[in-house]
Nanobody
Framework: VQLQASGGGLVQAGGSLRLSCVAP????????VGWFRQAPGKEREFVAAIRRATGGSRYADSVKGRFAVSTDNAKNTVFLQMNSLKPEDTAVYYCAADFTPGPWSTWQHSNAYDSWGQGTEVTVSS
């Protein structure tokens, strides 16, 4: 299953972007979809995740109150709304799907996910 992430771009600090992640419906409806990011020279880090069947979500402390993850199950799409962007949010953002999700404590670990999108680049200028 191939996920497709899109919506990245260049934005000034304080601005907003909305990322989208699309995947085929089979096996996707009960999945957890996570967003991760990787800045140049840094390791990939967890940003947010949502369980599509319930809407339950989790966020990294660094984005709480600024980012919001949501799902449109009819369109097999998960969104990451990013507000009040900061230069330190600059990174390539990836979405990933865990088709057999465990407890929420596993959602922040990249090795829990089965399928990944290709990444979309977000650049926040100061």
């Amino acid at each position: 299953v191939q996920l497709q992430a899109s919506g990245g771009g260049l934005v000034q600090a304080g601005g907003s972007l909305r990322l989208s992640c699309v995947a085929p419906g089979r096996g996707f409806s009960n999945s957890v979809v996570g967003w991760f990011r990787q800045a140049p020279g840094k390791e990939r880090e967890f940003v947010a995740a949502i369980r599509r069947a319930t809407g339950g979500s989790r966020y990294a402390d660094s984005v709480k109150g600024r980012f919001a993850v949501s799902t449109d199950n009819a369109k097999n799409t998960v969104f990451l709304q990013m507000n009040s962007l900061k230069p330190e949010d600059t990174a390539v953002y990836y979405c990933a799907a865990d088709f057999t999700p465990g407890p929420w404590s596993t959602w922040q670990h990249s090795n829990a996910y089965d399928s990944w999108g290709q990444g979309t680049e977000v650049t926040v200028s100061s």
